[in-house]
């Protein structure tokens, strides 16, 4: 079981709530099964899209 805190910080008030500027909740995760790799970002899919994120960086630098 996983537990994931957030919290958030307004950097302006808010028109409705101006009194309320900070927000907090917690989420539980429960993780079943087995993993399918080592790694839950290896695969395809995130090497791919890693490549494409560095070639478009790349095509930016020399554009720009």
Do not use: I, M
Request: overall charge neutral; hydrophobic content about 40%; glycine content about 16%.
């Amino acid at each position: 079981e996983y537990v994931v805190k957030l919290s958030a910080r307004l950097v302006f008030p808010d028109e409705l709530y101006p009194e309320v500027s900070t927000a907090e909740t917690t989420l539980a995760l429960n993780a079943t099964g087995s993993p399918q790799s080592g790694c839950a970002t290896a695969g395809t899919g995130g090497l791919l899209g890693l490549l494409g994120l560095l070639g478009l960086g790349w095509v930016r630098r020399f554009r720009g």
